[in-house]
């Protein structure tokens, strides 16, 4: 159903993106991804790394690292998918928004809403610095 393939819109080291293998109804279970979860107060650490940009916040008191192909769906402000947390099989589940054609990239909303346009973290550093030299 779905495949790890090179994406245009990650502008990152590989550039990867989770990609339809075949027609996915709306409303379909894409992935099933497992939770690695772990304190927020050891959300510290990970920020330090890599990892920070990759992480989503698990209930109230943790965070957590998704496996499988959870951590490789890009964003969009107009997603073809969402995402669930399954606290009791320790699973973020993705299903299809709308219908997703074959050979066309999944992508969620990073804010964890379909209809959430507020800025993502990784770019607010970026549009106050931008702001600053606007002025």
Same mark, same amino acid.
């Given at each position: 159903?779905?495949?790890?393939? +090179? !994406?245009? &819109? !990650?502008? /990152?080291?590989?550039?990867?993106? $989770?990609?339809?293998?075949?027609?996915?109804?709306?409303?379909?279970?894409?992935?099933?991804?497992? $939770?690695?979860?772990?304190?927020?107060?050891?959300?510290?650490?990970?920020?330090?790394?890599?990892?920070?940009?990759?992480?989503?916040?698990?209930?109230?008191?943790? !965070?957590?690292?998704?496996? /499988? #192909?959870?951590? &490789?769906?890009?964003?969009? #402000? +107009?997603?073809?998918?969402?995402?669930?947390?399954?606290?009791?099989?320790? +699973?973020?589940?993705? #299903?299809?928004? +709308?219908?997703?054609?074959?050979? $066309?990239?999944? &992508?969620?909303?990073?804010?964890?809403?379909?209809?959430?346009?507020?800025?993502?973290?990784?770019?607010?550093? #970026?549009?106050?610095?931008?702001?600053?030299?606007?002025?």
């Amino acid at each position: 159903m779905i495949t790890i393939k +090179t !994406s245009t &819109l !990650s502008d /990152g080291e590989f550039n990867r993106g $989770v990609f339809a293998t075949r027609d996915i109804k709306k409303g379909e279970l894409i992935h099933e991804a497992p $939770v690695l979860s772990y304190p927020n107060k050891e959300h510290e650490l990970i920020e330090q790394t890599a990892l920070a940009d990759y992480a989503f916040e698990y209930g109230k008191n943790h !965070s957590a690292l998704l496996l /499988g #192909y959870g951590m &490789l769906f890009n964003h969009s #402000y +107009t997603p073809n998918a969402t995402y669930d947390i399954n606290f009791e099989n320790h +699973t973020f589940d993705f #299903y299809a928004y +709308t219908d997703i054609k074959a050979g $066309v990239e999944i &992508l969620i909303n990073y804010n964890g809403e379909v209809d959430d346009n507020d800025p993502l973290w990784f770019n607010k550093d #970026y549009d106050s610095e931008k702001d600053k030299t606007d002025c």
